[in-house]
C-alpha cells in the first residue's frame, strides 16, 4: 500500500536534517578549535622540556667545574658554555631555543643561581 507523504511530515524531516547538518559544522569547529589549542600547548610543554633538561645539565656541569677548579684544573670552555646556557635560560637568547618560563619562583631561583656562578 502507497502513502502519502505529509507537506508536514517533509517540513519535518529537513528541519531535521537542518539541524544535523548544522550539529556537524558546529562539532567540527570544536574539533578543529582544540586541535589547535592542543598544538600549542604540545609546543609550550616542548620548550619547557628544554628547560628542565638543560637546567640539569648546568647543575651537573657546575658541580663537575667547581670539583676541577678545586683541584686546580681550570675548564675555561666549560665555563663559557655554561654562560651561554645560563644567558640563554634567563633572556631567551643563544644557540639553545631555550624559553624563559614567567613564573616567579622559577626566575628567582635562576637569579640566585647565575648570582652565585
Not at 502519502?4 to 547538518?21: G, M, V
Amino acid at each position: 500500500m502507497y502513502t502519502k507523504e505529509t507537506s508536514f511530515s517533509r517540513r519535518t524531516k529537513q528541519a531535521e536534517q537542518h539541524a544535523a547538518s548544522l550539529l556537524q559544522q558546529i562539532l567540527i569547529f570544536v574539533l578543529i578549535f582544540l586541535v589547535i589549542f592542543m598544538m600549542v600547548q604540545i609546543q609550550n610543554l616542548h620548550g619547557t622540556a628544554h628547560v628542565v633538561n638543560y637546567a640539569g645539565l648546568v647543575r651537573g656541569a657546575t658541580q663537575r667545574e667547581v670539583k676541577l677548579e678545586i683541584t686546580g684544573t681550570a675548564n675555561d670552555m666549560q665555563i663559557e658554555y655554561l654562560d651561554k646556557i645560563l644567558s640563554g635560560l634567563k633572556y631567551e637568547d643563544g644557540n639553545y631555543n631555550l624559553v624563559s618560563p614567567k613564573d616567579p619562583a622559577y626566575q628567582q631561583c635562576l637569579d640566585n643561581q647565575i648570582e652565585y656562578w
